[in-house]
């Protein structure tokens, strides 16, 4: 069974510029999550998605991102326009509802590396 | 702010030694996850720990979690060089997921 897949796995942009990641979950997993690790700073939260609906978007840092998830399949991120904070790894995981309000485990994606110049 | 310190952020060590790794919390918490890295790769999880007192051990890790003192440590049993890699404690507050992670610790084991 194939994992969670990250695309691209590096993007490299200049200031100013508009980059969107993508992220397929576990074919049947509800539970999409966003994180993001800035260069030298501990992982955080981004946003939580429940088939397409937003279930938490409170780590989403402004208003220059923004997540989809059109069909409850994979979820793009979008960045418009990039600035060089934004520069880090972007993770993605997923998970399944086991039992009403339980979620099982959270399965990553490798990342993808954003370098804003 | 709810804040999670790991400690050492960085360890350099031989094979056969025993180490610990600590993570300390500032809030209460319904699970503590331990999560492996290697690098370029995703982040495997190793343990979730769910009571005061838990203790999980997997080969020559063993974690385990002391709700009242806000602790968790990772303990590396005689260490073996495929045990690099950086190591994450991560705090969930409200069993969604919605993790505040340490800052890892990169740890290397030389041969």
């Known amino acids: 069974e194939a994992g969670v897949t990250q695309f691209p796995s590096h993007s490299v942009i200049e200031k100013g510029q508009t980059v969107t990641l993508r992220c397929d979950p576990i074919s049947g997993h509800d539970n999409l999550y966003w994180y993001r690790r800035v260069m030298g700073k501990e992982i955080k939260f981004l946003l939580h998605f429940v088939k397409e609906s937003k279930q938490d978007e409170s780590g989403m840092p402004n208003n220059r991102f923004l997540a989809e998830r059109t069909g409850g399949t994979y979820s793009t991120l979008k960045v418009q326009p990039a600035e060089l904070e934004d520069s880090g790894v972007y993770f993605c995981?997923?998970?399944?509802?086991?039992?009403?309000?339980?979620?099982?485990?959270?399965?990553f994606g490798e990342g993808s590396r954003l370098t804003v110049l | 702010e709810l804040k999670v310190e790991q400690n050492p952020l960085f360890l350099s060590m031989q094979e056969g030694k025993n180490y610990t790794i600590y993570c300390n919390y500032s809030?209460?918490?319904?699970?503590l996850y331990w999560y492996r890295q290697d690098p370029g790769k995703s982040l495997e999880s190793l343990f979730v720990?769910?009571?005061n007192g838990a203790v999980k051990q997997e080969g020559r890790l063993m974690a385990s979690l002391d709700t009242k003192a806000r602790l968790s440590t990772l303990h590396i049993t005689a260490a073996v060089h495929d045990l690099s890699a950086t190591y994450f404690c991560?705090?969930?507050?409200?069993?969604?997921?919605?993790?505040?992670w340490g800052a890892g610790t990169k740890l290397i084991i030389k041969p």
């Open positions: 991560a705090v969930d507050i409200d069993s969604n997921y919605q993790l505040i």
């Open positions: 809030t209460t918490s319904d699970r």
């Open positions: 995981a997923s998970s399944q509802r086991v039992l009403a309000g339980v979620i099982g485990e959270l399965f």
């Open positions: 720990l769910l009571s």
